[in-house]
């Protein structure tokens, strides 16, 4: 029995990550679930949030944002629609995103569309925890 499972993360612009992982936990769309080599195979649909994975004792976190994640043969892939490592997030961006988001719901305004602007606003925040959960983990 393998100890470890091959995660790949990849978007329509690039591959993200590709490693030997002892354990994945993703933002599946119906909450989140975790995956141990020598899952059976299983596929959901992605949220909005933080993926983590462990390799050697240590965690690591990937921002993901819609797409698919698909568990066959040891292996674990994640078609995401957009994907960063925690070491790959600009979080003055990601502070400035907020921002933005957070004025559009405090006027009260035409023209707002509320899910894309509610989507932007996680998106924002998840990549601010994403980010912070590294840091805090000491792998970015
Ligand atoms: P923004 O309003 O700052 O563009 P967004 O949530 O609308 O944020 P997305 O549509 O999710 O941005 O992503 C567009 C592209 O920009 C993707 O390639 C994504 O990886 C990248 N990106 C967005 N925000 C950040 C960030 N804070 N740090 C690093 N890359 C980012």
Not at 37 to 64: C, M, R, T, W
Request: charge should be positive.
């Amino acid at each position: 029995m393998a100890n470890t499972l091959l995660l790949e993360i990849v978007t329509p612009d690039r591959k993200v990550l590709s490693e030997d992982v002892e354990y994945v936990g993703a933002p599946g769309a119906l909450g989140e679930f975790g995956v141990l080599p020598n899952h059976i195979p299983f596929l959901s649909a992605l949220g909005i949030g933080n993926l983590h994975f462990k390799n050697g004792g240590k965690s690591y976190y990937v921002f993901v944002a819609g797409g698919f994640a698909e568990v066959s043969g040891n292996k674990m892939t994640v078609l995401a629609e957009v994907a960063e490592k925690a070491s790959e997030i600009d979080i003055d961006r990601a502070r400035k995103a907020r921002e933005r988001a957070e004025q559009r719901t405090a006027k009260v305004k035409e023209n707002v569309d509320w899910a894309r602007n509610q989507a932007a606003l996680r998106r924002a925040i998840a990549r601010m925890s994403c980010r912070e959960s590294g840091s805090q983990a000491g792998t970015c």
